[in-house]
Each structure stands twice: as C-alpha cells, then as structure tokens.
C-alpha cells in the first residue's frame, strides 16, 4: 500500500533499523503463510527490498502476496513503471510485512523475478521485530489542513499514534515547502469533510523531501487545554460493578474501539488502553460512542478526550473523555443509575406512586390551606398533570426524591419553562421522619445541575425560583448565595409584587382603549427593557426569561412541550399612552393549570419602564382587560418593581422573590451550600 511504501522515508529496510531487539521473536513457516494470507484478504502489499549492485542503495518495490498454500509465494508488482530497469540494476535482499509497530522480515529463496512479479519460496522462519513502542494506525478519508504564518497546505492523514501524526502535504503554486519553518510550531486539524475531529499546535519531528509532495511527523505541543473550564466542584466519578464499556467507530481510522470503562460520572468517564496500541490523542473527538451498561442499556454521546496519562508499572494509558453531549432521557438514565450508586435512597425521575406523593405534598405542609383551595377548584386538572409528569419521565421536567423504606422523605422538582433556563419548585421535607432529607434533594438538584449544565440537550444556562422571603428555607439558601456572592450577574435576586386579577365580562378587547394601547413588543421594546433593567438591577432576570429579541427562543420550548402534549405559550406586549412613549412591558404566559402550584408559570408579569405615568388607574384595566383576552377567569400577576406597587398603592397579596443563578458561577454556588450544610448540621 501507498502508506506502507512512504513509511520507508522513516524507517529504512536495512541491518540497521532501529528495531527493539528485546522484543525480537522467530516466526514459523506456519504462521508466515497466515500473515501473508492476511494480507492479501485485506488487499494489502508487502514491501520487496532489493539493494543497488553499483551504489548500493536501497531499492523497495510494493507487490501484492496471492494466496499461499505452501512453501512458495507468489507476489504481482503494484507498479511496473521502469521495473526492468530497477531489477537489472538491484539484487534481491529481503521481504517486509509491516504491521503498525512490528515488521515481519522475510529472507526467502528466488524462485523467479520478472517485469510482472516475484516468485519466492519462504525459509523455515521469519523474524518479527518491533521499530516502535507504539503501533502507528493506518487512515484514509481524513483531510489536513496545516497552517504557519498565514500559510495554509493541505493534505491527507496517512496514519497515527498516540502521541506522532505523519500527514502527506501538497504545495501548490506558488506555494513551496520552505515557507515551512520546521522550528516553529504549527496549526494543524483533521476531518472528513464534514466535521472537524481533531486541531492542535504541534511541532515538526522530520520530515521527507520534495518539491510538490513531502510526508511530515508531528507531535502535539503537549498544550491541548480541557473543552471546559475547570471546575473546583467536580461531578462525583463512580466505579460500577459490573462496568460498562465504551464502544465506538474511530473517527481517524474507522476502526471499532471497545473499552472498559474504569469510572464514570454524568459529565464523562475515563479508560484504560495498552500503550502499544493506544489510539486515543488528547483534543480528539468522537461523534457517537455508545455507552454499553451489560445486558441493562445503552446509550450513545458525543464525546471528547480531555487528557492521557502513562501508567508506566502497568504498561497503560488512562484517558479521560468529557461527554459534550446525550439526549436529555438517555443522561436522566444515567445520572438515576449514578445517584443510587452514590446515595441509596436517592432517586431521579423514578417512576412515583401518585397518592403517596399527594400524601407527602398534605403532611409536610406544602400544600397548605390557602393553596389547596386553588387546587381544589382545578382537582381533576391537578391530577392529570402530575400523572404525566412523574409517570412519563417527559424531557422538559425533573423530580428529585429521597425515599426509604417505601416512604417519600423528602422531593423538589426543575421544569424547563424558558429556552435555556430550568424552573426549580416544589420543595418539601418531612422533619418528622429525617431531618437530612431536605438537603439530600437539594443536594441532589445540585449535582444534576453541575453533571448536565454543559450539554447542549439539556438548555441549561440558569436555574431560578421563585420564593417568598419569609420562606426560611429558600431565603437561607437561594436567597443566600446571591447575597453572598455579591455579584448580580452570577446570582440575582429581584422582588415582584404578587396579586390576582378577576376576569371582567364586560372588558373591551385589551387593544382598545382611548388613554393607553397594548401592541406586540418590538426588538426596540426589548432593548429599552433591558437598559433599564440593566440600570435598576443588572442581574440576570432578562437572560432567564428570554426577554431579548429573539423570535425563535419560544418557538423552540413551546414545540417541546406540544411534543408531550402540554401547554406553553407566551405573549410579549408593550404598552404605552396613546401616542405616547413606552410605560410598560407585559408578558402573559399560558400552561397547564398546575404546573407550578403557586401558578407562576401561567401568569401575567408587567415590568414597568415609567413607575410615576402607569398609574394605579391605568393599569388596573389593563390587567382586567388581558385576563379577559385570554378567556382566563383569574391570572396572578407579579410587579417589577415591587417598588412600584408601594409607590402606586396598589394591594398585593405577597412578595415573591425571583432568584436566578448563572450557571458560569456554579463553583461559587457549592462552595456556599457546603458551608451552609456544615452550619445546619452542627
């Protein structure tokens, strides 16, 4: 083959090859006629070596082997072009199999040698020798772009270890190789055309000679920096019995690779390879791997190897691969299967019985009185929703639950409710029964925050809430962090004025009025809402709630949740006097009666631009009126600012603060929680 004759610029077929005479070994006529059959299945050549009768240099021919039954092989020359010429000229020496790391040396008897082939009859024994610690892997489809100061030569990947790339580059006019420094680093990438797989700084070990055509050895910088930036708080690895493996086409060589997995957590994993056949390269990644639990499941990701480490004793490497991304079930089942190694009584999207959970919700108090009579005028609606929600394991939603015994201890839930941002709600314990099984749920929702954050799938910029402020428990925690990192844009806290508006019979159409008018937002709209928030606050809120222009953010989560059959559909407003300039921004949000028990997800929220021209008497209408519009009999509203609410007078019933945590901060976030824990536990 091509690759096998090229190999020749390194590795010269002559007594003094650097061949590793420590693992040099004798190869039985037997076992000769077997390679050789080999390689002939595989349509593969060996090289035929002769040596000059006048200068005495080296001459290699390519031949392809035919089909060996017994002592004499037959081999048809590749290419003919001057081949007289170059036998008349040469005597023969010997014959190479070259297999990655180790050559098979042949010193067979002429049988007969022509213009078309070479007749020989194999000795007794042949000798396979190893030239390299590590096997070189042969590749082909894979295109090469190299670049130094500007100048970009492409070409092809001819094959690969570990820790060498060998790549064969063309110049092309007016192109020329000494516009190479091979002293200076270089820009170098794979792939297919299709996708990328591989780019780095590496350096020029040697390199052939050439005009138009030359084969270059290189060797990564040593430099390749982790996909992510690390983090202080690292998701839990665990080791499984038994352990899974990971199974994959090698993006460089096309070749099946299957390794047993050593640990794993729910942002990657790591392996083990032998060093001689090591095919993992730091900066590498895999498209599809497929995660293979047993007999249990599987599941596949897109993958990147992050780092390779030499255990020298053991004659291994251990890499470590980051997943970049999983479809969002296939990770729920992988962190359910994590969480029970890790903690027994933990459980992630399990499959719930409904009338315990009801009974959970009454007995700790987290449906109150006041709450259950909103429950109870929607019972039926209550209980269809929650049904789907903790039975059919849909991707916009998660619940977190510590059980023992068969007994539900404590629960808290997350529901993606805008395009990248994740709502967390419904946190409840029973003290009666453990006293740790807040935390172990808050917990839980911690770390499936730090193991999914970084996957595409799962959206996952922000996590918020809503809470009161005399709610103890949040205000310690959520509220908490963001009053102690003291950073708006890693965690922010905005207070909204809580209150219900009754659907009026006799409203107008709410675009109607003769002293105000609601129109869609516009771009410009949005922008001046976040100047002013960014001038009021300069938090989060704007990031979480999707309240930058962008026409196709809610598009995206409403196609989820019609996917699932649930509700989900939001109306941006501005509204202004009649020709005058902008008061407020409203946005009415349609969902599942439910979905949050406070209603928060299905609710109108009014963010006032003018707190002294959006009078109480203006407003008021307003909110009647689009309550009306959207055939509500009664919608929550939250005021931004609460402020305004005080200012205009206007009753409300609570304040409810929301909290929102960047997810680029989440270091900071655990580093508080595990303070807060040691606190609550002393």
Request: hydrophobic content about 35%; overall charge negative; proline content about 4%.
């Amino acid at each position: 083959m091509e690759t096998a004759r090229k190999l020749l610029h390194f590795v010269k077929p002559d007594s003094n090859l650097p061949f590793r005479q420590d693992n040099e070994k004798q190869i039985n006529r037997q076992r000769l006629i077997n390679r050789l059959n080999y390689v002939n299945f595989q349509d593969g050549t060996v090289l035929v070596n002769f040596k000059h009768k006048r200068y005495f240099q080296n001459v290699t021919l390519e031949a392809k082997p035919q089909p060996c039954e017994d002592d004499t092989l037959h081999c048809y020359w590749v290419d003919t072009e001057d081949i007289e010429k170059k036998l008349k000229s040469s005597n023969f020496e010997n014959l190479f199999i070259v297999d990655g790391h180790k050559l098979v040396v042949i010193e067979p008897t002429v049988v007969k040698v022509d213009a078309t082939g070479i007749t020989v009859r194999l000795p007794e024994t042949g000798r396979e020798l190893s030239y390299r610690k590590m096997r070189r892997h042969q590749c082909s489809g894979i295109s090469v772009q190299l670049s130094q100061n500007s100048a970009v030569f492409t070409g092809t990947l001819a094959d690969f270890n570990a820790v060498h790339f060998r790549v064969d580059l063309q110049a092309k006019p007016p192109q020329t190789f000494q516009w190479i420094d091979h002293e200076s680093p270089v820009v170098v990438s794979f792939s297919d055309g299709k996708e990328t797989y591989y780019s780095a700084i590496c350096h020029i070990v040697k390199q052939s000679h050439g005009a138009r055509e030359r084969s270059f050895v290189l060797e990564p910088d040593g430099q390749h920096k982790p996909r992510f930036r690390t983090k202080a708080y690292r998701s839990t690895r665990q080791q499984l019995l038994p352990s899974p493996n990971v199974v994959f086409d090698h993006p460089l060589t096309d070749k099946i690779v299957d390794l047993k997995i050593v640990d794993i957590s729910g942002t990657g994993f790591s392996v083990e390879e032998s060093v001689e056949n090591s095919v993992l390269v730091p900066g590498l990644v895999v498209p599809e791997a497929e995660l293979n639990f047993g007999n249990s499941f599987a599941t596949r990701c897109r993958v990147q190897v992050v780092f390779r480490k030499v255990i020298e004793e053991e004659d291994v490497v251990r890499c470590g691969l980051a997943i970049l991304d999983m479809d969002v079930q296939d990770h729920v089942n992988l962190l359910s299967l994590l969480y029970q190694v890790h903690e027994r009584n933990s459980y992630l999207n399990n499959r719930v019985d409904m009338d315990k959970l009801w009974q959970f919700f009454f007995e700790t108090g987290f449906i109150y009185p006041k709450k259950y009579a909103f429950i109870k005028a929607n019972k039926a609606k209550f209980r269809s929703l929650y049904e789907k929600l903790y039975t059919a394991s849909p991707r916009i939603a998660r619940h977190f639950i510590y059980q023992d015994k068969g007994s539900i201890l404590g629960h808290m839930a997350m529901v993606r409710f805008y395009e990248n941002a994740w709502l967390i709600h419904h946190h409840a314990a029973s003290k009666v029964e453990s006293n740790r099984a807040g935390l172990v749920v808050l917990n839980q929702i911690g770390r499936f925050i730090n193991d999914s954050h970084r996957l595409h799938s799962i959206h996952l910029d922000y996590v918020f809430c809503y809470y009161r402020p005399d709610n103890k428990f949040p205000h310690r925690v959520f509220g908490g962090v963001a009053r102690h990192l003291k950073d708006p844009q890693a965690s922010s806290l905005d207070p909204m004025a809580y209150l219900h508006v009754q659907r009026d019979e006799n409203a107008a159409p709410a675009e109607e009025s003769e002293e105000w008018q609601l129109t869609p937002a516009t771009h410009e709209d949005l922008r001046e809402l976040s100047r002013f928030y960014e001038n009021h606050s300069g938090g989060l809120m704007i990031d979480a709630l999707d309240l930058h222009p962008n026409d196709s953010a809610d598009e995206d989560i409403a196609r989820e949740y019609a996917a699932i059959d649930f509700k989900r559909e939001r109306h941006l407003l501005s509204l202004r006097k009649k020709g005058g300039h902008l008061l407020a921004v409203v946005t009415v949000v349609l969902s599942d009666v439910g979905l949050n028990m406070s209603d928060l997800t299905n609710c109108i929220k009014v963010f006032v631009l003018d707190q002294e021209e959006l009078s109480k008497e203006l407003l008021q209408p307003v909110l009647k009126q689009l309550v009306h519009k959207f055939e509500q009999e009664e919608m929550p509203v939250l005021l931004y600012p609460a402020a305004y609410a005080d200012a205009q007078e206007i009753e409300y019933e609570k304040t409810y603060n929301l909290w929102v945590l960047s997810m680029n901060h989440t270091d900071e976030y655990f580093s508080y929680l595990d303070r807060l824990i040691k606190t609550v536990k002393h």
